[in-house]
């Protein structure tokens, strides 16, 4: 009796271990059709072959305040990596101590992003990496002033001939924002949510995994998944009930300005999600500063639900299984400027 009774309690043990193995690889397996890991490997880039060089030449550029026009402000001013890729301010500030009009996305992943900015309108990193050095509210720079500087250091020419040694003249303008966007692909942070869906069950706790299940069921995935779980596809900010001018500012109608078109109004790109329980604020608008908030007012505007505190706090468990381990990245020594670069100014930059 004694035999029989240990091998029933035994034969329980173990079908309860099958039924909870067989639980995990059904959340796994449904996980794995709307989300991928993070690569093992830099991934590569359209138009753009990553090389050594180009990623210790787009390292100095991306540390270099010597690309805006006052010296003051270089790319990881507004992305600080020590803070997460981006600077946690509502809106970022720059050239003469002006502000922003939205909030800096992470630069932290952001490779996986189907486009960049919060309208989509720069196509990949290349050409993001342009926009903020010419923008009058930002770096205030030009691309002549930018090629003048650098050519002005020797360091920098022979990095350049280093990265592109098939060109005669490669100190160009569309080089830099290449050297910057193979830097950029480094920029990658395997999560715990990785190891997971590599197959880890014991890398999410059950908060977590619960809040994996409601960020399925309830229909946040439905916008926010792929690689960065998020970062492609444009929607309505408010496409069940519009938040208000709070969070949602009127004069910024989102994608409408890159597209002119109607329906494109207050439409912007999906933000991507990794890392960003340390990435507040929130929404292009950087109003909101608690991440149970942010998804309280997702639930009502993208979804018409109201989840509870208890589901907000599982989602918000999950979401934090996506911060992800920084590369580390040890500050360049930047080369030294000469006779000939020119100097800084307080004025935007026309020429």
Known sequence: ???????????????ACLAGTAQADELRDKALEIFKPVPSTVPAVRGNPITAEKITLGKALFFDPRMSASGVFSC?????????GDDNLETSIGHGWQKGPRNAPTALNAVFNEAQFWDGRAED??????????AGVEMA???????????????????FKAAFPEESEPVTFDNFA????????????????????????????????????????KGCASCHSGINVGGNGYYPFGLVQKPGADVLPEGDKGRF???????????????PLRNVAVTAPYFHSGKVWDLKEAVTIMGEAQLGEELNEQEVVAIVAFLGSLTGKVPE???????????????????????
């Open 141 to 159: 720079n030009t691309p002549t002033n930018v090629v003048a500087t650098l050519n002005s250091m020797p360091q920098y020419v022979d990095w």
């Open 178 to 217: 290449k050297a910057i966007e193979a830097f950029e692909a480094t920029l990658i942070t395997p999560a715990p949510f990785d190891s997971y869906l590599n197959g880890d069950d014991a890398a999410l706790s059950p908060a977590q995994k619960t809040g994996l299940d409601l960020f399925i069921d």
């Open 76 to 84: 990881n001013s507004c992305h600080n990596l020590a803070t997460g």
């Open 1 to 15: 009796m004694t035999c029989n009774l240990r091998f029933l309690m035994a034969a329980s043990v173990a079908a």
């Open 125 to 134: 990193l290349k050409a993001q990496a342009k926009g903020p050095v010419q």
């Open 257 to 271: 300005a890159v597209t002119a078109t109607a329906d494109d109004s207050y439409v912007f790109r999906a933000a």
């Open 329 to 351: 990245v040890t500050y360049p020594v930047l080369p030294p400027e000469t006779a000939t670069t020119p100097r800084p100014t307080g004025e935007v930059i026309t020429k």
